[in-house]
Nanobody
Framework: QVQLVESGGGLVQAGGSLRLSCAAS????????IGWYRQAPGHQRDLVAH???????NYADSVKGRFTISRDNAQNTVTLQMNSLKPEDTAVYYC???????????WGQGTQVTVSS
């Protein structure tokens, strides 16, 4: 059973940066496309970015040019570098397999990102 642990969130001013990390146990993680998702209060969970097992990336329009997803299969980690943060980026951020619906792993607790104006 793969366990996912998200970290790196925090409180930052608009225009600032954060680097989120998704760490996974289990050897199957590296064979899966992984997505970063976010959920703001009162909103549905949305895909932010995803990366294939070989490193092909894709981004939601709202974060293109500001966020960068990467992975280290040797370390079983996927990172989301977030620059030029906006208040509308405020949400709890989660990682899991992509696509969703149909994720393969149990959701972790997520990491809170709060961007103040």
């Amino acid at each position: 059973q793969v366990q996912l642990v998200e970290s790196g969130g925090g409180l930052v001013q608009a225009g600032g940066s954060l680097r989120l990390s998704c760490a996974a146990s289990g050897s199957t993680f590296r064979f899966n496309a992984i997505g970063w998702y976010r959920q703001a209060p009162g909103h549905q969970r949305d895909l932010v970015a995803h990366i294939s097992s070989s490193g092909t990336t894709n981004y939601a329009d709202s974060v293109k040019g500001r966020f960068t997803i990467s992975r280290d299969n040797a370390q079983n980690t996927v990172t989301l570098q977030m620059n030029s943060l906006k208040p509308e980026d405020t949400a709890v951020y989660y990682c899991n397999t992509w696509p969703w619906p149909g994720v393969r792993f149990t959701w972790g607790q997520g990491t809170q990102v709060t961007v103040s104006s």
